[in-house]
């Protein structure tokens, strides 16, 4: 089983749709959680820090739920730049260093 | 302000050659990172420096992968010889403080490597 796991996806969906990507990760150690965003054939970039208040970044909300170690992303009003893979990030203390362990990503393609 | 730099951007070569990927961090970063990235095992962590020293190669696939950090702004991962598994993306990253529970990490645009 993998660290940190996401939905498969693709989800494909109209503009303007709402859609939520789901996240576990297995590492109670886990400390600090993030989305990143890669867009095809670019590298990866930071989207948003995941907090356990949740937190809210114009049209994404992110949230963690530690007690279930599972983190989600919540995209409002899709845009047709909203088409990327999502990345679901945990850090953890690790060697002693904070390590990033990526998911496999979940792929959005927003259609007009 | 520039970002993280890779060289080249795409390698094709063919099996048994030697291959070098180049890093050059952002200025004032002293954590750099090499990722690999397929579709098959998605984004891993190759080898981790911290003020020019190896901390983490746990994640190096085998003998034939090597990485130096000269200084602090240069870094080489080399592949020799190159099979065609190793075709796939290397991104190196680099990162601000290694303590701190809210370091970004920093993406290159990559090296498309391709192994015949």
């Known amino acids: 089983r993998k660290e940190v796991e996401q939905d498969p996806g693709p989800f494909n969906v109209p503009e303007g749709a709402t859609v939520a990507f789901n996240c576990t990760y297995s590492?109670?150690?886990?400390?600090?959680f993030f989305w990143y965003r890669q867009d095809c054939r670019k590298e990866p970039k930071l989207l948003m820090s995941?907090?356990?208040s949740g937190n809210e970044d114009g049209r994404f909300t992110a949230q963690l739920n530690r007690a279930s170690q599972y983190i989600s992303l919540l995209i409002r009003d899709s845009k047709l730049s909203d088409s990327a893979t999502y990345l679901c990030?945990?850090?953890?203390?690790?060697?002693?260093?904070?390590?990033?362990?990526f998911g496999a990503g979940t792929r959005l393609a927003v259609h007009p | 302000d520039a970002g993280v730099i890779q060289s080249p951007r795409h390698e094709v070569t063919e099996m048994g050659q030697e291959v070098t990927l180049r890093c050059k961090p952002i200025?004032?970063?002293?954590?750099l990172f090499w990722y690999r990235q397929t579709m098959m095992r998605g984004l891993e962590l190759l080898i981790y420096?911290?003020?020019?020293?190896?901390?983490?190669d746990s994640g190096m696939p085998e003998d034939r992968f090597s990485a130096k950090m000269p200084n602090a702004s240069f870094s080489t991962l080399k592949i020799q010889p190159s099979e065609p598994r190793d075709s796939a993306v290397y991104f190196c990253?680099?990162?601000?403080?290694?303590?701190?529970?809210?370091?970004?990490?920093?993406f290159g645009p990559g090296t498309r490597l391709t192994v015949l």
């Open positions: 990253a680099s990162s601000s403080r290694r303590d701190s529970f809210t370091d970004t990490q920093y």
């Open positions: 590492n109670s150690a886990s400390q600090s």
């Open positions: 995941v907090y356990s």
């Open positions: 990030v945990v850090m953890r203390f690790s060697g002693g260093y904070n390590k990033l362990i």
């Open positions: 200025s004032g970063h002293n954590s």
């Open positions: 420096f911290n003020n020019n020293v190896p901390i983490d």
